[in-house]
């Protein structure tokens, strides 16, 4: 089954606190691990992403903590800000010929970081 | 560098009718993508093509939805007849490389309403 489990649906955050969002997964062919943000009335933007041979990755406030033996893997937003609010997926993309290039996304987070 | 351009922006109709959106991509991406976004869920993907071949469309539902790449570039995907859950936002996304194996950049979508 080629699910991607995430969790919370929403979260509220004051402003310079950590929001944390989590994902897992189930196929163990899924080789890389975007992080995507959406704005209202917007595409889906590439946030951050991982492959599975790492267990974390930071670029900026934004993190990404894996764990392979798990299936499990998150966000964290460090000092989070008002305009981090938006809405996170995760999603994962498999490495098999029949399933080149698809991602997979998770239900989404609405992230409210409140001032 | 001109991003994934989607058309029309909002679509009204009424159930049983025909709908078409279009998109072009970012210039010399091979591999293009259709998601389905409903409200509050995360982005389905309904077919997916490198260059003007189809690789994916596992998941569209071929008796009313029917999408195609011209000569590798832009792309449409019809709805006939539309019903009252096709109602989502439709997402269109590329990415540079064959198989999709590089990120995906979205367009701003096109979101249907069915009444």
């Known amino acids: 089954q080629q699910q991607v489990k995430q969790s919370p649906q929403s979260l509220i955050v004051q402003k310079g606190g950590i929001s944390i969002i989590n994902c897992a997964y189930e196929n163990t062919a899924f080789d890389y691990f975007p992080w995507y943000q959406q704005f209202p009335g917007k595409g889906p933007a590439l946030l951050i992403a991982?492959?599975?041979?790492?267990s974390e990755k930071k670029e900026g406030r934004f993190t990404i903590s894996f764990n392979k033996s798990a299936k499990q893997f998150s966000l964290h937003i460090m000092d989070s800000q008002p305009g981090d609010s938006a809405t996170y997926f995760c999603a994962a993309r498999g490495s098999s010929s029949s399933n080149t290039g698809k991602l997979i996304f998770g239900q989404g987070t609405t992230l409210q970081v409140k001032p | 560098e001109a991003g994934v351009a989607q058309s029309p922006r909002y679509k009204i109709i009424e159930k049983r009718q025909s709908v078409a959106f279009w998109c072009n991509p970012i210039?010399?991406?091979?591999?293009l993508y259709w998601y389905q976004q409903i409200l509050g869920q995360g982005p389905k993907l309904l077919i997916q093509?490198?260059?003007?071949?189809?690789?994916?469309d596992s998941q569209l539902p071929k008796d009313r939805f029917s999408a195609e790449r011209l000569k590798g570039v832009d792309s449409t995907l019809k709805i006939q007849p539309a019903k009252l859950e096709d109602s989502a936002v439709y997402l269109c996304a590329s990415s540079l490389e064959e198989g999709g194996l590089t990120e995906a950049f979205f367009g701003q979508g096109t979101r249907l309403t069915v009444v």
């Open positions: 991982i492959r599975p041979d790492v």
């Open positions: 093509f490198q260059n003007n071949g189809v690789v994916d």
């Open positions: 210039s010399g991406h091979a591999t």
